[in-house]
């Protein structure tokens, strides 16, 4: 079977499978409202008997939507693109084809359709569409994590940048991107902390590339134009796709946006400062933890009142923080360690585990026996929930450090001091406690210099099963 053959059988699948819950979606949402219809309601009057006024508007939402999809790459396998974004583009397109069905029933005078069909089939269509692909998007990731379909890379330059793009793609088996080895020109010997060996120079790609069946080769740094041009050239010859990490990815901020200014193709750095980010961050933010306030409640009792019971003293622990531009603000933590815990600390310095500034222990002896709990799965950080509703965190942010444990830090000249801190980040999936100070660091900073909507929903979906696994928390 050719290439061109699987992604075609691939794409009738996917639009198979849409069909079915785009029909799924819009009978739902008339046998809700069935009292509003004219005709008996079954699968039969819904799809095919003259009785049904809008069967002429349902085929066209089927239609409309399905080129939408199309549009949007929804119907390609993309390892690659991140859930949120997959998310977004559902969205769009049945938005965008829900407004279209508007137009269309306003402009045929179709008379009589109720809008509470068109509200919930809208909503059941967001539902249903992105479920099947979250599905999809976990199954295909365990066929490629056992070894299905997956690609040799071969990575140009094994300098910080090479040896953290290797790091991303192991973290990430369902890529499907096995690195083989670096290429590198002033490197010879293994590579510490690494599995993977530099193969040769960069005059040796053809020859290593063909030895080792290499797919793709990825450019992390960025040669005389000459020898960057051979590789282009040489990597054209023997059918390797080639991608290239943008120079300067981890100085700049926001995203890269590609354009054309007549057949010249050119890449934008993007700021991600802007108003409208800005904005769009907190409003986003205030929306999430006040509903996230609405549902857990309950939770929040139930801690409490364990607390309570567990050991004497407040329910809440209030500690000074940075935030935005060095202000000062209270970081609300559930107590997970006994009253007396601050004037105990002094003792226990000599027994700090991190590398940094900050005071961790695992085995520290001011935990209460619910606060062991609490850390182990975050639940302790929830009240920070109202940190973020009052504007002083983000969801999604740099660690907040204690004042107290890094007063000798040069705060105010830091640039991970600019955004709010959150209450998780690369930090929280990267880690957590186990992670050294200045790994810590560089990944706040990568994340100021990255930030953009999608990669916050993306670090709260990997949290998820972090934070319930309870690795790395102390």
């Known amino acids: 079977m050719t290439k061109f053959t699987r992604r075609s059988l691939i794409k009738f699948l996917y639009i198979s499978i849409d069909v079915f819950f785009i029909g799924f979606s819009l009978f739902v949402a008339s046998w809700v409202n069935e009292g509003k219809l004219a005709f008996d309601l079954n699968i039969r009057t819904f ?10 508007v ?5 239609l409309i939507l399905i080129l939408f999809c199309n549009s949007y790459g929804l119907y390609q396998t993309r390892r690659d693109v991140l859930e949120g974004i997959e998310l977004w583009l559902v969205v769009k397109s049945v938005l965008l084809s829900s407004l279209t069905m508007a137009v269309f029933i306003y402009i045929t005078k179709t008379e009589g359709f109720p809008r509470s069909i068109f509200i919930v089939a809208t909503l059941f269509n967001i539902i249903f569409l992105f479920a099947w692909r979250y599905l999809k998007r976990r199954f295909v990731e365990s066929l490629v994590a056992s070894g299905y379909n997956n690609d040799n890379v071969l990575i140009v330059g094994a300098g910080k940048i090479g040896l953290l793009l290797q790091e991303e793609m192991q973290r990430r088996p369902g890529l499907g991107l096995k690195v083989i080895g ?42 005389d134009s000459q020898v960057f041009l051979k590789l282009l050239e040489d990597a054209k010859d023997i059918n390797i796709d080639v991608r290239v990490v943008p120079q300067g990815f981890g100085l700049t901020s926001g995203e890269f946006h590609k354009f054309n200014i007549g057949i010249v193709p050119v890449l934008e750095y993007c700021d991600t400062e ?31 009142m364990t607390i309570k019971l567990d050991s004497p003293g407040p329910i809440f622990y209030a500690s000074r923080r940075y935030g935005r531009h060095g202000k000062i603000f209270h970081m609300y933590k559930f107590r997970s360690m006994h009253k007396d815990a601050e004037q105990d600390l002094a003792k226990l310095r000599d027994k700090n585990e991190a590398d940094g500034p900050i005071f961790k222990m695992k085995d520290d ?10 850390r182990k799965y975050s639940m302790d950080e929830l009240p920070q929930i109202f940190n973020v509703l009052k504007g002083e965190m983000s969801m999604v942010g740099p660690r907040p450090f ?31 406690s186990d992670l050294a ?32 696994e309870g690795k790395g928390a102390y």
Do not use: C
């Open 274 to 304: 802007s108003t409208r980010r800005q904005v769009g961050k907190r409003l986003f933010d205030f929306l999430v933890s006040f509903l996230t306030i609405l549902v857990s409640w309950p939770l929040f009792l139930f801690i409490a």
């Open 365 to 374: 002896p001011r935990i209460t026996r619910v606060g062991v709990f609490l």
């Open 58 to 62: 349902f085929f066209s939402w089927f």
């Open 182 to 223: 670096f290429l590198d020109d002033f490197k010879t010997n293994d590579l510490p902390h690494s599995q993977v060996k530099i193969l040769g120079k960069l005059s040796d790609f053809v020859d290593v590339a063909r030895r080792e069946f290499v797919h793709k080769v990825f450019i992390t740094i960025h040669p």
């Open 402 to 432: 204690p004042i107290d444990q890094i007063e000798k830090e040069d705060l105010k000249q830091l640039k991970r001091l600019e955004v709010r801190p959150g209450m998780t980040g690369l930090w929280q999936i990267r880690g957590r």
């Open 47 to 56: 799809f095919l008997s003259e009785v049904n006024a809008y069967r002429t």
């Open 437 to 468: 100070f200045s790994r810590l660091i560089k990944w706040d900073i990568w994340y100021i210099n990255n930030w953009s909507f999608w990669l916050d929903i993306y670090i709260m979906f990997q949290t998820i099963p972090i934070v319930v």
